[in-house]
């Protein structure tokens, strides 16, 4: 499996304007999970999925932020406007279930710079 | 307060030196996890416990559940061990992970 895919790797964009983060989990995993990690605060839940259907989303940090997940194999975390404050790296992470026994798998990020 | 405490937040070894990480957390847990984020930014799982000993190669990690105390030790360190570990806690209550901040470690040869 090529494990769990994110897009885009790198993404810079001025305040105001509308970001689309893309994360592909590994086939057969029901779970899927988005992180912020900011040097600051570090790693951060900011909501996670089971079966497509968002569970908790209270890491996210306001309505400006926004995730769908329309099939199993795909999800997208929006943001709109952007602001420099959401600078950092998004993670996507993927589990085949949510229990606390499984590993969590993680995808290489998106480092996000917003001018 | 953060739920997660880790120390120390940074640590230079040379090669060889056996390594010692430290995680305390507050909250009952079902599991701890210990990640690993290379200079690269990549992050991976290196132990899941709930309770005991794992060890992997030069990597052990224990958990004292009593404690709310886990650690992280390598042995015989090795440059290419330089990376941020991270250990994070599932709480009783839910699947999702809380984090530790990292300790930064740099093995020098």
């Known amino acids: 499996d090529a494990g769990v895919i994110q897009s885009p790797r790198h993404e810079v964009t001025e305040m105001g304007q509308e970001v689309t983060l893309r994360c592909k989990p590994i086939?057969?995993?029901?779970?899927l999970f988005w992180y912020r990690q900011t040097m600051m605060r570090g790693l951060e839940l900011l909501i996670y999925?089971?079966?497509?259907?968002?569970?908790?989303d209270s890491g996210m940090p306001e309505d400006r932020f926004s995730a769908k997940m329309p099939n199993a194999s795909f999800s997208t975390l929006k943001i709109q406007p952007s602001e420099p404050r959401d600078s950092a790296v998004y993670f996507c992470?993927?589990?085949?279930?949510?229990?606390?026994?499984?590993?969590?798998?993680f995808g290489p990020g998106t480092r996000l710079t917003v001018l | 307060k953060n739920e997660v405490e880790q120390s120390p937040q940074n640590l230079t070894a040379q090669e060889g030196e056996f390594i010692t990480i430290n995680c305390s957390y507050s909250v009952g847990i079902s599991a701890l996890h210990w990640l690993q984020q290379h200079p690269g930014g990549g992050i991976v799982s290196l132990f899941m416990?709930?309770?005991g000993k794992k060890k992997h190669g030069r990597l052990i990690a224990t958990i004292n559940i009593q404690e709310k105390h886990s650690s992280l030790h390598i042995t015989a360190s090795h440059p290419r061990d330089s990376a941020v570990y991270i250990c994070?806690?599932?709480?009783?209550?839910?699947?999702?992970?809380?984090f530790g901040k990292g300790t930064s470690l740099l093995v020098t040869p």
């Open positions: 994070a806690v599932n709480s009783n209550s839910g699947y999702a992970l809380n």
């Open positions: 416990l709930s309770s």
């Open positions: 999925f089971n079966n497509n259907v968002p569970i908790d």
């Open positions: 086939s057969g995993h029901d779970y």
């Open positions: 992470a993927s589990s085949f279930s949510g229990a606390s026994t499984d590993t969590q798998y």
